[in-house]
Nanobody, 124 residues
């Protein structure tokens, strides 16, 4: 079992930055691919970014590429999402997810564990 706890959400003006963190329990964190998803009111959950087990490969949705950066620290069992140049359309609940494989994918159904989510609100 893996438990995920997100933090770092909040209210920020357009153009600002936030860094989300996701702390994972368990001794096998480095075996998991990790990802961030988000869900805005009335919309489906969508893929944001993912990272493989070592941190050597990262993947991004087109909507955030160049603005967001995903990273991980396996010694701290933590994955991060640095969000820069935020836009009002980035407003959503952001979820951390873990997949019991080393390679990440973009489909939410492929992830085995989920955090409770953290709210990000970007004002215009």
């Amino acid at each position: 079992q893996v438990q995920l706890v997100e933090s770092g959400g909040g209210l920020v003006q357009a153009g600002g930055s936030l860094r989300l963190s996701c702390a994972a329990s368990g001794r096998t964190f480095s075996s998991y691919a990790m990802a961030w998803f988000r869900q805005a009111p009335g919309k489906e959950r969508e893929f944001v970014a993912a990272i493989n087990w070592s941190g050597g490969s990262t993947y991004y949705a087109d909507s955030v590429r160049g603005r967001f950066t995903i990273s991980r620290d396996n010694a701290k069992n933590t994955v991060y999402l640095q969000m820069n140049s935020l836009k009002p359309e980035d407003t959503a609940v952001y979820y951390c997810a873990a997949r019991a494989y080393r390679t990440p994918v973009s489909g939410a159904r492929e992830y085995d564990y989920w955090g409770q989510g953290t709210q990000v609100t970007v004002s215009s």
